[in-house]
Structures are given as C-alpha cells and as structure tokens.
C-alpha cells in the first residue's frame, strides 16, 4: 500500500502570509493527489484535484503542484477561514490512502 | 443540489453488526463511483471502501477486508456498508463520499455529514 507523508504536523502562521504545506508520497502515483480542507465538526471539502486542478468555487489563493512522488499546497496569502486540517490523498491501483493532515493554527 | 445523507450509525457491541447507508440526491447516483470515508474524532482521514457505478467491482483497506461489504441500490439512490464482526478500532464517524473517477480523476467532490459508530460494551 502507498502511504502518504505529509509536512509540518501543525502550521503556525498568521493572516496574510504565504504558506506551503508537502505531501510525499511512498512510491510514484502520477498526478492523482488530491486536497482537502476540514473544519471541525464538518466534512472534508475538495480543494485540489489531479494534483494542480483548483475545484470549482475554490478561491484562486490555493493552489497546487507536483506529480511523481512530491506534492505540495500552497495558500498565497492566509484569510481568518483558512484555519483547518488540511489532508492529502492518493489513489494508486485499486487503492486510496490520506496523509496524516496538517493543522493550520493562528500564530 | 447535491445531497448525501448517511444514517444507521450507533451503538453497538464488539462483535457486533451494523449497516450504514447513504441516500443520494441531486444527481445521477448510478453514473459515479461511491466511497466510505472513517474517521477516528479527532483523529485523520482513512478510506475504507469503493464501489464502482453499476456495483460489479469494490475495493477495501487491508483492515476491514472480509468484515465489511459495499453495495448499492440504484433505484434507490442509496449506497450501504455493511460491517460485521465489529472492533472498538472500528469506532468513528463514516462518511460516504462521491468520486469523480468517470469524470475526471480519483477525488472526492462531495462527502456526507457522517454518521458516528460506537463499538463498546
């Protein structure tokens, strides 16, 4: 099974900066990494798709590349909504995994 | 507009047995594959199942293969797991979620609100 990395844990930034966060994963998945945002309480909400595809009614802000095995999300200047968990996640032959997610706090 | 609702979630004892389903609006159920998503509260995000459109092909994770089925009813709308031979591992909320895989690649562009499974005695 792949498994998904992703990096930092937990994210410490304030409104306005530009953040990243990485996604690795075990073995190539071509470009089929997807994004998603989750707020307490609430399901996941698509991002990202096909790895650097931005999902309709999604702010321009977010944005995603890589392909292979190095994935990465990027907000390009943090709004007071964007504090959440952020997840990647693969799909390889028959088979899906998520990261372990990204806490994104005030700092 | 697209709707998911999940429900049979609750209490049950290890060992035990339940069935989840998620009843489907807003769009054409029988041309997208379908998922369930758990998740531990507090905890990530693990996939647990796929099945394709007209229900002739599903997948598993590792941890819930020969103990969980996927199925679905068409004419119904409605997308179900069965889970038997329940652990309190297996306790979380369960999504269901759709896939865009006919469409356009593997990802999930709407979820359910989830419905809690609490496996304890």
């Known amino acids: 099974d792949i498994q998904m990395t992703q990096s930092p844990s937990t994210l410490s930034a304030s409104v306005g900066d530009r953040v990243t966060i990485t996604c690795r994963a075990s073995?190539?998945?071509?470009?089929?990494l997807a994004w998603y945002q989750q707020k307490p309480g609430k399901a996941p909400k698509l991002l990202i798709y096909?790895?650097?595809s931005l999902e309709s009614g999604v702010p321009s802000r977010f944005s995603g590349s890589g392909s292979g095995t190095e994935f990465t999300l990027t907000i390009s200047s943090l709004q007071p909504d964007d504090f959440a968990t952020y997840y990647c996640?693969?799909?390889?032959?028959?088979?899906?995994?998520f990261g372990q997610g990204t806490e994104l706090e005030v700092k | 507009e697209v709707q998911l609702v999940e429900s049979g979630g609750g209490l049950v004892q290890p060992g035990g047995s339940l069935r989840l389903s998620c009843a489907a609006s807003?769009?054409?159920?029988?041309?997208?594959?379908m998922h369930w998503v758990r998740q531990v509260p507090g905890k990530g995000l693990m996939w647990v199942s796929r099945?394709?459109?007209?229900?002739?092909?599903?997948d598993y994770a590792d941890s819930v293969k020969g103990r969980f089925t996927i199925s679905r009813d068409n004419t119904k709308n409605t997308l179900y797991l069965q889970l038997n031979t329940l652990r309190a591992e297996d306790t979380a909320v369960y999504y269901c979620?759709?896939?865009?895989?006919?469409?356009?690649?593997?990802?999930?562009?709407?979820w359910g609100q989830g419905t809690l499974v609490t496996v304890s005695s």
């Open positions: 807003g769009f054409t159920f029988s041309s997208y594959w």
């Open positions: 099945i394709n459109n007209d229900g002739s092909s599903t």
């Open positions: 979620a759709r896939d865009q895989a006919v469409v356009r690649g593997y990802d999930f562009d709407y």
């Open positions: 096909k790895a650097s």
């Open positions: 073995q190539s998945i071509s470009s089929w």
């Open positions: 996640q693969q799909y390889n032959s028959h088979s899906y995994s």
